[in-house]
């Protein structure tokens, strides 16, 4: 079984101080983890995957997500928060040794950025 | 340029009557998702496909039916035995392994 946890339903930033949304996932095997962004009435956006290789994964509009197999964790981060960045951010999940390759959504963090 | 289209954006409906939404891709993906998304739960699976002919239920089938006659396309129907339709319908294709790519979304207010 896979499963995935964002345990903030919002998390409330100053523009141009760093931003985390937490992620944190359960699978039987090894995980494939991404995160995704939703601006209003439109669909999802791929930000960045985990799939192997370095824990430390870069992806679009300067945001990083670090993997942490120990603590099974895949939190998302920014150096410095823009007005713009403010959306729905869904963090998944997909066990590669399940045999499924449907991935599990969490339930999305709505991410505030005050100017 | 490649991609999904949902259509139409906006749908309303008498409570009662069934529906279709559409969905179309030309991504060459063989694999293509139907999700519900309500304010607070996230996206919950409907139905899926992974090949034409061929697709199965999700967490949330009941009351909702599909066809995949087609490689690019992947229509669903809401009907009347859907308790409460009222929701953002996200359609999405992907190759195996790889992030799903969406569409806008469908808004389908039933009445």
């Known amino acids: 079984a896979q499963s995935v946890a964002q345990p903030e339903d919002q998390v409330n930033v100053a523009e141009g101080n760093p931003l985390t949304v937490k992620c944190t996932y359960s699978v039987s095997g090894n995980p494939y983890l991404f995160w995704y962004v939703q601006y209003p009435n439109r669909g999802l956006q791929f930000l960045l995957k985990?799939?192997?290789?370095?824990?430390l994964v870069k992806g679009s509009y300067g945001f990083e997500a670090e993997f942490n197999k120990s603590q099974t964790s895949f939190h998302l981060k920014k150096p410095s928060a823009l007005v713009s960045d403010s959306a729905l951010y869904f963090c998944?999940?997909?066990?590669?040794?399940?045999?499924?390759?449907?991935?599990?959504f969490g339930r999305g963090t709505s991410l505030i950025v005050h100017p | 340029d490649g991609g999904i289209t949902q259509s139409p954006k906006y749908l309303f409906r008498k409570e009662g009557q069934n529906v279709t939404l559409s969905c179309e891709q030309n991504l060459n993906h063989d694999a293509m998702y139907w999700y519900r998304q309500d304010p607070g739960q996230g996206l919950r699976l409907i139905y899926y496909?992974?090949?034409?002919?061929?697709?199965q239920k999700g967490d949330i089938a009941e009351g909702y039916s599909v066809s995949r006659e087609k490689k690019e396309s992947f229509p669903l129907t809401v009907t009347s035995a859907q308790k409460n339709p009222t929701a953002f319908y996200l359609c999405a294709s992907s190759v195996e392994g790889l992030p799903l790519h969406f569409g806008n979304g469908t808004r389908l207010t039933v009445t």
């Open positions: 985990y799939i192997t290789g370095d824990n």
């Open positions: 998944a999940v997909r066990d590669i040794t399940g045999g499924s390759y449907i991935p599990t």
């Open positions: 496909s992974q090949i034409v002919n061929d697709f």
